[in-house]
Structures are given as C-alpha cells and as structure tokens.
C-alpha cells in the first residue's frame, strides 16, 4: 500500500532534519532506557532518565522536533533554525552529562554504603545522541547524498 505523499509529513523533509528526527527519536527512547542502576547484593534495579537533569534532555528533544517542523521543510535549517536545533541537541547532551556528574557526586564515585551505583547504557547512548546531533549540524560529520 503506498502512501499519499501529501499524507506523509516526512516525506518532504530535507535530509538534514530527517536526520536531526532521528536522532532526537533515539534520544526520546533513551530517556525511557535505564539511566541508573543500582546492584544490591541480592539483586539489582533501575530508573530511567525521566527525572532530574533528564527533563533537560527531554526538553532538548521537543527543541529538535520543532525546530525540524517549522519553516520550509524541504529545504535544511535556516539561520535560526539551525541555531535552535543546536541548542536543543546542546541541551540533550548537558542534560545527559550533568545527570552523570551528579550521580557521580551522590555515589562518591560508584559505591555508597555497599551498594554499587552506577550508570546505565541509557544515559550513555543519549549522550552519544545529542553530541551526534551536533556534529552533524556543525558539519564534522557529513550526511551522504540521496542516489
């Protein structure tokens, strides 16, 4: 079954923010991956990165969504787009490295009263997201040209 393309709003996007989507999408379900984990000696737990410094890069998330919805979508980031895309994947990222330092700082490095508390692959791969996203809006990485 094809789709209308007046039907499929990412079908006119330019490939600058189709790109920029995506990213924020993967940073939107890291949020919801563990960003905490705790190991007790007879088990373990976790919490996501809804909470805290998490919002930020929740916040970070929405900033890319609309940033990539507004203006001509078929055209890649204007001056002020591009400056709020930036901002908000600069968001992502500090949002994601602040968390880090204050469990850091709440943990004294890892081990509280015996218990081990440490970070999870959520937090990392967010991180690795929102700085993604701003490689590849200040041009270090280069995306390929459609064929």
Not at 23 to 32: H, M, T
Not at 69 to 91: H, Q, R, T, V, W
Not at 105 to 117: D, E, L, N
Not at 132 to 140: E, K, V
């Amino acid at each position: 079954m094809e789709q209308n393309p007046q039907t499929n709003p990412f079908s006119t996007l330019h490939k600058q923010r189709l790109y920029s989507l995506i990213i924020a999408g993967v940073a939107f379900i890291c949020l919801l991956l563990p960003w905490i984990t705790v190991n007790f000696g007879f088990g373990s737990s976790s919490a996501n990165g809804l909470r805290g410094w998490g919002y930020l890069s929740l916040l970070g998330v929405a900033g890319v969504a609309i940033a990539s919805f507004m203006g001509n979508k078929s055209l890649p980031y204007d001056d002020m787009f591009k400056k709020i895309a930036l901002a908000s994947f600069a968001a992502i990222s500090l949002g994601a490295l602040i968390f880090f330092f204050r469990l850091n700082s709440y943990t004294g490095g890892g081990i509280f009263g015996g218990t081990g508390v440490g970070s999870g692959f959520g937090l990392w791969i967010c991180l690795i997201a929102g700085l993604a996203g701003l490689a590849i809006l200040l041009g270090f990485i280069k995306i390929p040209d459609k064929k």
